[in-house]
Structure formats: structure tokens, C-alpha cells
């Protein structure tokens, strides 16, 4: 192996260590898993790109029912089958864009969300190679593409849009748009996918994004927690006064 490629190969190694430190700190395992709500989980992809780390996300196919050509990250509801929500998301991913479970390294789960259908949302991250050349389902994705995850935190273009649940739950969602030059093309990052990937940016980064966050950056799993538990309590509220 040439100096250079060895060198390439310890600097991405040392990326991937630092990040599995942090993640592992932030790891809230199966804390959720019992919350009575309709299951899904999503596949938070890194890969060490030029000597950073991105994340992959894929665009919704345009025939699609649901957000049709939004850009997501790899996922979907749970199954019977599904041992748990890392089996969720490995299996959603091979189903999508061809990544075969085994080619994941599996780090953590990190503090879930919750979508427009009342979907608990775990996010799953994990590793996979630079190498990876992605199979989209055309019945399903229409695009891969990588951003790297420092955007997250120091974007070029981003806004932010304040928004109500249907339980009446106020908050700001972060909407980022992403020039890719590989593609040609301008990405929307926003909703979920947006939450999760500034969440995910402040774990691994540990720095002060620059634009505004509800979190405590101090305590960033207890107050990530305690912002996810208030949501889910004004929806299981709406749902009890509904019954």
C-alpha cells in the first residue's frame, strides 16, 4: 500500500473513532421502544468522503403518495419481522438503495421523533464504506446524494420555518438547501430528516451551530429527551381526548 493511501486510510479511521466515541455517548438504545405509537425507523448512513464525513439521503420518487420528492434518509414502518427499529432501518435501506445489512457497522440509536402520521421515528447510525455504489428502487427513490454533515451546523443556505402539530405543539423547523455540484441539482432538507441531521451534527461536532437550536448544548441528550417527551405528550393528550 502506497504512503499516501495508508495515510488516507488512518485519517479515516481516526474520523470514524472520534465519531464513535460521541455517538456512543448519545446511544439512547431501546429507551423508547414501548411508547404506544405505530412504529417506523430510519437509516442515518455516514460515509468518510475527501477526508469528511457525510451523510447519505435519497430523494422520494415523484409518483410516491406520501412527500413525493422530498429528500429523506433511508426508512419506514416497522414489520412483524422486524426484531427491532435497527432491523427497521438496515432492511428499509437494503430495500431502497441496495445496502446490504452486513455493510453497515451499526453505532446507535439516537432520541426519536415524531412524524405528520404519528409515526414514532427512531434514527439508526451507522457506517458504510466510501466504495458504496447505490442501487435506488425506482419505485421508490429517485436520487442518492451526499451532504457533508458539518453543513448542518454551518450551512450556506438555510431558514427556518415555525410550524404547529396537530395536537397544537409549537416549534421551528430547520430548512436547508444544499447545492450539489455531482448532481447538478439544489436539495430541500427539511422536516424530520432536517431535525434529525442537526442532531446528529451537534453529537458528533459538539459545537455551536450557527443558527438558532432548542437544546441545551450542555446537556444535549437530557434537553433532545425532554423537548421529545413534551411533543409526545401533546399528542397522546389529543389522542386520549379523541377516544
Given at each position: ?53 457525510c ?41 431502497e ?11 446507535c ?40 454533515l ?26 436547508f ?9 439544489s ?57
Amino acid at each position: 500500500m502506497a504512503a499516501a493511501e495508508r495515510e488516507g486510510s488512518a485519517g479515516r479511521r481516526s474520523i470514524k473513532e472520534a465519531a464513535r466515541a460521541r455517538l456512543r455517548e448519545h446511544d439512547v438504545g431501546g429507551k423508547f421502544s414501548g411508547l404506544p405509537l405505530p412504529k417506523a425507523s430510519v437509516l442515518l448512513p455516514l460515509v468518510v468522503r475527501g477526508g469528511e464525513l457525510c451523510l447519505l439521503l435519497t430523494v422520494r420518487a415523484a409518483q410516491l403518495r406520501r412527500s413525493p420528492g422530498e429528500v429523506c434518509f433511508p426508512g419506514g414502518k416497522s414489520e412483524a419481522a422486524d426484531k427491532d427499529e435497527i432491523d427497521t432501518a438496515l432492511r428499509e435501506a437494503k430495500e431502497e438503495v441496495g445496502l446490504q445489512p452486513e455493510e453497515v457497522e451499526v453505532i446507535c440509536r439516537l432520541v426519536p421523533g415524531i412524524d405528520k402520521m404519528n409515526h414514532l421515528v427512531t434514527p439508526v447510525v451507522g457506517f458504510i464504506e466510501d466504495t458504496f455504489q447505490a442501487t435506488p428502487n425506482p419505485d421508490e427513490v429517485s436520487d442518492v446524494f451526499l451532504v457533508p454533515l458539518e453543513y448542518f451546523i454551518q450551512p450556506l443556505n438555510y431558514k427556518t420555518l415555525p410550524y404547529k402539530t396537530s395536537s397544537g405543539y409549537l416549534g421551528r423547523m430547520h430548512c436547508f438547501t444544499y447545492d450539489d455540484h455531482e448532481h447538478k441539482m439544489s436539495f430541500k432538507i427539511w422536516g424530520l430528516t432536517a431535525h434529525f441531521a442537526v442532531f446528529l451534527a451537534l453529537v458528533i461536532f459538539g459545537r455551536r451551530p450557527t443558527f438558532e437550536v432548542e437544546y441545551d448544548l450542555d446537556n444535549l441528550v437530557s434537553s433532545a429527551v425532554q423537548n421529545f417527551m413534551n411533543l409526545y405528550a401533546s399528542i397522546y393528550e389529543t389522542k386520549k381526548s379523541n377516544l
